[in-house]
């Protein structure tokens, strides 16, 4: 099994759509969860981070952790043209000599205009 | 907005040079990291540093791997030998703080090896 496991889509939308993206995990030791955007050939750009379980919104933007059942989500609200790209969850542990980020292998959205 | 910058954008090389890609981090991070991604696949972890020294790696940061911050501002990684296989996008991020892991990563340095 994968340690993080994300469908790779696409995923297309039209304009105005909510839009859910998730992923699962297999390692319980994962306390922070991060939702990343990459356009082509562009860094992976910080879009939310959440600690443990519960939610977290930003703008239009909503997280949501569930360690119980070991699945994050992205909601997307009023999605737009320029939402367009590719969505990375990442997580990483707590302790020392965990620090790296485990990234799923994103989904790639595509919102019409 | 701060930011980390990466040079060059794009490195084409030949198979078996040494290549540094450099990496300017957020002016007041203190763990720096490096990662790639291989067209169409995941980003991968390569290295944490902390206080001058390496603090993690992954499988993939073998022998002909090393980092370093040469001054108060750059992060580079070297490449001693580079194989075919080492094409990538390769990406540095920063961080205040692991525990609390607000990660930022520049743009990042395409690498052909040809």
């Known amino acids: 099994q994968k340690e993080v496991e994300q469908d790779p889509g696409p995923l297309s939308v039209p304009e105005g759509a909510i839009v859910s993206l998730n992923c699962t995990y297999s390692?319980?030791?994962?306390?922070?969860f991060m939702w990343y955007r990459q356009y082509s050939r562009k860094g992976p750009e910080l879009l939310m981070y959440t600690y443990s379980s519960g939610n977290k919104e930003d703008g239009r933007f909503t997280a949501q952790v569930d360690k119980s059942s070991k699945y994050i989500s992205l909601f997307i609200r009023d999605s737009q043209p320029s939402d367009s790209a590719t969505y990375l969850c990442a997580m990483k542990g707590m302790n020392t000599g965990f620090q790296k980020l485990v990234f799923g292998t994103g989904t790639r959205l595509l919102v019409s205009p | 907005e701060p930011e980390v910058t990466q040079t060059p954008s794009h490195q084409v090389t030949q198979m078996g040079q040494e290549v540094i890609l450099r990496c300017v981090p957020i002016s007041n991070h203190l763990y720096f990291y490096w990662y790639r991604q291989i067209l169409g696949q995941k980003v991968e972890f390569l290295v944490s540093f902390y206080n001058n020294e390496i603090s993690e790696k992954s499988e993939i940061f073998d022998d002909q791997f090393s980092v370093e911050r040469p001054d108060g501002s750059n992060f580079t990684l070297k490449i001693r030998s580079t194989k075919l296989e080492d094409s990538a996008m390769y990406f540095c991020?920063?961080?205040?703080?692991?525990?609390?892991?607000?990660?930022?990563f520049g743009q990042g340095t395409r690498l052909t090896v040809v």
């Open positions: 991020a920063s961080s205040d703080r692991t525990a609390n892991t607000e990660a930022f």
């Open positions: 390692n319980s030791a994962f306390q922070y």
